[in-house]
Each structure stands twice: as structure tokens, then as C-alpha cells.
């Protein structure tokens, strides 16, 4: 039985960090995500349970710090009513930036015509691009009544999970229709989020989330998935080395149930339908393989166990 | 008037107008507009999809002329030259801009950077021309400020507007729909109590 894999951050000096690497691969677990930052880095990992102590130590050797990053594995679209300066950057993306110090990877939507009430609308396009993320989390304004009464149409079409973040705090999640969760707090401003009060509410929303995301991973545990993502990603980075030449930070983003590869489709789909596994099997025999719709890339979702009838 | 002597954001739910309070003064503050506005009072009514908005500024600031920046003189009667010095240089692109225009780049001389030369035929009356030349008018850049702020504080789909501008009376409603003509009477009429507090 393949090891529990347990998500953590790791920041420290650049220094020895190939260290923390390699004991890694040793323990086999995965690094998701290398973010060097000057004379600091950034590792995003998964370490099997039992080994991350091992880990906690040879990082505390490097002066580094570990901690739990409860999201990582997921991709988590933040969505704006629209990108005019009403509603970006501040709040929406100080929500995108909480995600990802929990260890998503996150991507900003502004929908076209999301602005306004009676007005507000989304396209059929925005609507199949949020639902290849795996959860969404909307950033919606100050007042209650469109909260309640007008914006909840931006959320009808949307298959995923959908976090609301608004600025009342006496709204309740039964009372935005379609919505999954309602975090309040977190309302239209025109600074950055930076007061206690402003952070608080940003910490609730990362919690409320990370519940989310743990009863999606149980979910998904009842009936798992034919391949571990990280594993589709292991073997990306083995056999299509192509991948170290795309710029993008995270050229394999991970999903709860897949990944996305940020390849062009055309040129690179059929290698990663015919990725090949130990156990004799292909990629295409495991999962959906399409064309992403963010930009050109491949959008590789897992087939559940009982679909496939074996796991790698 | 003392800057933002008065300052209200009024909504349906109290709180939610102290919320957006917050947005307006954010956005007076990211176009400096404080010392210029006296008086502000603000109204939303998410429920009809109205924002309205009326403004008391405080008295106009004069327009900047070429005396007020620095002195004009006859320096030489018999090549005709005229000098400009200049005193405050905060205008000084802009009077630059528009002697260029008149008298071409050769006919303005600056031989260092507070001096400005110029030849001209009649002297005293281009002396005369000159002093009086308006070199910036701050209330046109407080207007386009104005409409900027009121466009920034307005929520983004409320795209049917109406301003108006009187003196130092700036008026302003938006909705997404059909403008109604009592929105507009109760934006005058917050104006009109704006400035009854005098």
C-alpha cells in the first residue's frame, strides 16, 4: 500500500537545500514546487507520513523552517467580478495570496461582465474554465443585498466547490444560493489588507477552505483515484523533459484529482496520454486527457479506482 | 470650510456604509483630493442599485499667471530681449509648452534654469502679453480629479451616470438602470443640505 503522503512547506536558505531534496526522493516523497526568491527558497512538498520528522530535523540543521501547508496539491481559482480596479487587485488577490501560503496554486479570474446587479453575467466559457479548478473561491462587495439577491447568479453553471468571500459578517451561507460556504470580512477595499481585523478574517477564510479541501481529500479517499497525481507529475518530469523548459512557476500544477500541464496540447498530448508506469500501463488508460482551457495546455483529470478497476 | 469638514456615507445597513466609508476616503486619498473637498456626502441604496454623491469644495483656486510664478522685464531695449525668472519652477513645463508654441524652441532661450530670453518687437506690449499669460488652472485638473474619484467610488456596474458642476458644487448620481429624475432631485437636495450647514 503506497505510503500517506502529508503537505508541507519548507522555507530556508538556498544554501544545502539540495539536502532536503534529495533526503526527500530517498524517503519518497514528492516536490511539488521549487520557488527560489534571491538567497531564499521555497519548497512545496509532499513527505510520507511517517518520515517527516526526518525532514523537520535535517531542515532545522539548515536553519530552515517546516510547516504544514494544508492546501497543496490543490489549484484554487479566485474569481472577480471583473478586472477594472473596483475589485483587483486589493482583497481578491490578498485572498489569492492566503491560499497560496497554504500551499495551493492559485489562478485570478475576472470574469467579463460580472460587474453591477441585474446586469451581471457569466459566459459559458469562464464558466468551464472555473470548473477545471477545484474549488472557486468568488470575491463579492460590501452589501448585503447583492450578496443575497444578484451576485449568486455568477455562481449558477459552477460544478466545483464555491467559497463566497463578502464584506458582511451577518450573511449566512444558506442565504447566498448555490454558494457552499460564506466568509464575511472580506468585503470591497480600495488598500491592501492589512488590518488585524482585515487579516483575521482572511485566516478564517484559509480555514474554512482547508476544511473544504479535507472533506473533498476523504471524499475522494473512499473511492481513490487510479494514480497519484504527484506520481503522473514524477513521471512528467522523467519522461518529458520538455517541462523544464517552460517558464511558467509551477509547469505541473497538481489538482485534487489531476493535473494540468503547461505544455501546448497539440504538439505534447499524445506524450502524455502514452506516458508509461512500472506496472506496464499508460497515462491514457488512467485518465481523461483534453485541452486545457487556459491557454494552450493539457488538462489531465484521474479516473476514480472503480472506473478503472486497478491503482499504480 | 475645514477640509472634509463634514464627511458622511450613508446605506440601507449602517455598517455597510461605514464599509464603503472606508472605499471613499481611500480613494480621496489616492487622488489628493483632501484639501480640496469641504464638504461630502455620499448615499447608496444597493436595493434600487443607486449611488448618489454631492460634494461642497472649498473655494476655487485661482488660476496660475506668469506673474505669480516669477517677474517679466525689459532687459535690453536695444536687441528687444525680454527676461522671465522664475521663482516657484512647479509651473515651469507647462509656461516652457506654451512659449514654445508661440515664439518656436530657437526663440526661447534658457541659459540656465530658472532664466527664460526672449526677443520680441513690441516690447511693452508683449511685457504686458506675458505677465498676464495663464500658465495652469488647478480648478480644470480638480474637475478631471473630480470625475475620476466619483467614477472610482461608484460601484462598477452602475454605469448610467449624471454629474453636474456649479461653482464649487459638484453633483453626482449613477444607477444601472434608467436614471430617474427624483434621484437626481435627491442629489441636489443632499447638495443643497450640504451646503445649508454654512
Known amino acids: 500500500m503506497a ?7 519548507y522555507v530556508g536558505g538556498i544554501h544545502q537545500h539540495t539536502l532536503i531534496t534529495e533526503l526527500l526522493e530517498d524517503l519518497g516523497g514528492y516536490l511539488i514546487q521549487k520557488v527560489p526568491a534571491a538567497t531564499e527558497v521555497t519548497l512545496v512538498m509532499l513527505i510520507p507520513r511517517e518520515d517527516v520528522h526526518l525532514i523537520e530535523e535535517l531542515g532545522k540543521k539548515l536553519l530552515g523552517k517546516l510547516e504544514r501547508a494544508p492546501l497543496t496539491g490543490t489549484e484554487i481559482a479566485v474569481v472577480s467580478p471583473t478586472l477594472a480596479s473596483h475589485h483587483l487587485p486589493h482583497s481578491a488577490c490578498d485572498v489569492a495570496e492566503f491560499m497560496r501560503r497554504g500551499g495551493a496554486n492559485t489562478n485570478m479570474i475576472g ?14 466559457y469562464e464558466r468551464k474554465l472555473i ?40 450573511v449566512k451561507t444558506e442565504e447566498v444560493a448555490g454558494a457552499d460556504l460564506y466568509v464575511g470580512g472580506i468585503g470591497r477595499v480600495a488598500h491592501r489588507m492589512r488590518k488585524p481585523g482585515e487579516l483575521s478574517s482572511l485566516d478564517v477564510l484559509l480555514e474554512k477552505v482547508v476544511e473544504v479541501v479535507e472533506k473533498m481529500r476523504e471524499d475522494l479517499a473512499k473511492d481513490p483515484l487510479a494514480v497519484l497525481p504527484p506520481r503522473v507529475m514524477k513521471e512528467i518530469h522523467e519522461q518529458i523533459p520538455e517541462i523544464f523548459d517552460v517558464f511558467s512557476p509551477a509547469p505541473v500544477t497538481l489538482q485534487l484529482d489531476g493535473l494540468r500541464v503547461k505544455l501546448p496540447y497539440d504538439e505534447f498530448h499524445e506524450r502524455v496520454e502514452n506516458l508509461e508506469f512500472d506496472e506496464g500501463v499508460r497515462l491514457s488508460d488512467m485518465a481523461v486527457i483534453t485541452k486545457s482551457r487556459m491557454k494552450n495546455y493539457i488538462l489531465v483529470k484521474i479516473k476514480r479506482e472503480s472506473e478503472v478497476g486497478f491503482t499504480a | ?52 454623491m454631492a460634494i461642497i469644495l472649498r473655494g476655487s483656486q485661482p488660476t496660475v499667471k506668469v506673474s505669480d510664478m516669477g517677474s517679466v522685464d525689459v532687459t535690453n531695449h536695444i536687441t528687444k530681449e525680454i527676461t522671465i525668472s522664475i521663482e516657484q519652477e512647479k509651473y515651469l513645463p507647462q509656461l516652457l509648452e506654451q512659449l514654445w508654441a508661440k515664439y518656436g524652441r530657437t526663440g526661447v532661450r534658457q541659459p540656465e534654469r530658472k532664466t527664460l530670453i526672449l526677443t520680441a518687437e513690441n516690447l511693452d506690449e508683449e511685457v504686458e502679453y506675458l505677465r498676464n499669460l495663464v500658465v495652469a488652472d488647478p480648478q480644470k485638473t480638480l474637475q478631471s480629479r473630480l470625475v475620476e474619484m466619483a467614477i472610482r467610488a461608484t460601484p462598477e456596474g452602475f454605469r448610467v451616470r449624471y454629474h453636474s458642476m456649479d461653482k464649487h458644487v459638484f453633483v453626482f448620481a449613477a444607477t444601472e438602470d434608467i436614471l430617474k429624475k427624483e434621484w437626481i432631485q435627491e442629489a441636489q437636495d443632499i447638495a443643497t443640505e450640504l451646503q445649508e450647514d454654512e
Open chain 1, 131 to 170: 470548473n477545471e479548478h477545484d474549488l472557486a473561491v468568488f470575491s463579492f462587495g460590501t452589501f448585503a443585498d447583492c450578496i443575497k439577491n444578484k451576485k449568486p447568479k455568477l455562481l449558477e453553471g459552477v460544478t466545483v466547490p464555491k467559497i463566497v468571500a463578502g464584506g458582511p459578517l451577518n
Open chain 1, 3 to 9: 505510503a500517506v503522503l502529508e503537505p508541507y512547506i
Open chain 1, 111 to 124: 470574469l467579463a461582465r460580472g460587474m453591477g446587479r441585474r446586469v451581471s453575467l457569466s459566459d459559458n
Open chain 2, 1 to 52: 470650510m475645514e477640509p472634509l469638514e463634514t464627511f458622511i456615507v450613508e446605506s440601507t445597513v449602517p455598517e455597510e456604509g461605514d464599509a464603503y466609508k472606508s472605499i471613499v476616503a481611500d480613494i480621496i486619498t489616492e487622488l489628493v483630493l483632501g484639501g480640496a473637498i469641504g464638504r461630502i456626502k455620499v448615499r447608496v441604496r444597493p436595493e434600487d442599485s443607486l449611488f448618489l
